[in-house]
């Protein structure tokens, strides 16, 4: 039997796409807020901002890579995406928000999922925290920096990911501490052994409502 259709749009299709999406990202995020999962975002080959008033970060290193998505999957090189990796042992996140675009939805058009944590005086925390950066604007701060190391010798941060896309011999650069102010960035994934999310908001929002 064929899906009910109404003003174009088959019903049954809907739903099936929308509300797994949404009872799975409420539950994560629930379960993020209690600390009790460790953390992976990456939303389907889309990228996704990321914004916070302070970040402090012990432990950090950051490389060159490639986020592949689901290239390898897929077999499309569209999906395949230069990345500065930045990654930490330890991280305290102020004022944290991110936000995804999902466009083209039947009837609604685009609609915008934005995650909200770490206010009230409460920092988000991570531990082996990875993050897949396109583009990165901050007010920066390091201490006992290295420039020009080897990926494979940065030993200050967490270590490489197994079967991370990263040219081990190339560029690297790593510090004590990291303190980035007024943070605006654009992410592909962001992983974490363990991201505890206090003071979480979640919202979803009828057209584009993006963090910056």
């Known amino acids: 039997m064929s899906s009910q259709v109404r003003g ?5 299709r809907f739903a099936l796409v929308m509300v797994p999406s949404v009872a799975a990202t409420a539950a994560v995020g629930v379960a993020l807020a ?3 999962l460790a953390a ?6 889309q990228s996704f901002k990321v914004s916070a008033e302070y970040l402090d970060g012990h432990g950090f290193s950051q490389y060159g890579g490639i986020d592949a998505g689901y290239a390898e999957l897929k077999g499309d090189k569209k999906t395949i995406h ?14 944290m928000c991110q936000s995804v675009v999902t466009p083209d939805i039947p009837i609604l058009g685009s609609v915008s999922l934005q995650l ?13 925290l990875y993050i897949d950066i396109a583009d990165l604007k901050a007010d920066a701060e390091f201490s006992n920096i290295d420039i ?5 010798d940065a030993s200050k941060g967490p270590a490489i990911k197994a079967n991370e896309n ?19 960035q654009t992410a592909w994934a962001t992983t974490a052994g363990t991201f505890k999310l206090s003071g979480l908001s979640m919202k979803l929002y009828n057209g584009v409502k993006e963090c910056y």
């Open 34 to 36: 209690q600390g009790a």
């Open 8 to 12: 174009g749009t088959r019903w049954k």
């Open 82 to 95: 230069p990345v500065a990796i930045s990654s930490f042992r330890t991280a305290k996140i102020t004022k």
């Open 116 to 128: 909200k944590a770490g206010g009230n005086g409460t920092p988000v925390k991570a531990k082996d």
């Open 166 to 184: 990263v040219n081990e011999n190339g560029f690297a650069q790593q510090a004590d501490r990291a303190q980035l102010r007024n943070v605006q």
């Open 40 to 45: 992976s975002f990456s939303v389907s080959g």
């Open 148 to 152: 020009g190391v080897a990926a494979r």
